[in-house]
């Protein structure tokens, strides 16, 4: 390769390798929106699964509420 040559070679590797690494780099950041997206909507599934699972258990204490009357009006 003639020596006039390498400096325009180097100067064309380094601009792959720039591309290259702003590629790379752009998929990291993406990688991350997706990685947070699906933690907000697992976050927001257990926040729901927490409301339906409270309900269940209030209602569940009502029902022995109800059960332990009629059981105590049985008795008398």
Same mark, same amino acid.
């Given at each position: 390769?003639?020596?006039?040559?390498?400096?325009?070679?180097?100067?064309?590797?380094?601009?792959? *390798?720039?591309?290259? *690494?702003?590629?790379?780099?752009?998929?990291?950041?993406?990688?991350?929106?997706?990685?947070?997206?699906? *933690?907000?909507?697992?976050?927001?599934?257990?926040?729901?699964?927490?409301?339906?699972?409270?309900?269940?258990?209030?209602?569940?204490?009502?029902?022995?509420?109800?059960?332990?009357?009629?059981?105590?009006?049985?008795?008398?």
């Amino acid at each position: 390769m003639p020596s006039w040559l390498f400096p325009a070679a180097l100067t064309g590797g380094i601009s792959l *390798l720039t591309g290259a *690494l702003a590629v790379i780099w752009a998929e990291i950041k993406a990688s991350e929106v997706r990685q947070q997206e699906a *933690l907000k909507a697992m976050e927001a599934r257990q926040r729901e699964e927490m409301r339906e699972t409270r309900a269940d258990m209030k209602a569940l204490g009502e029902n022995v509420d109800r059960l332990m009357e009629t059981m105590m009006t049985v008795r008398k």
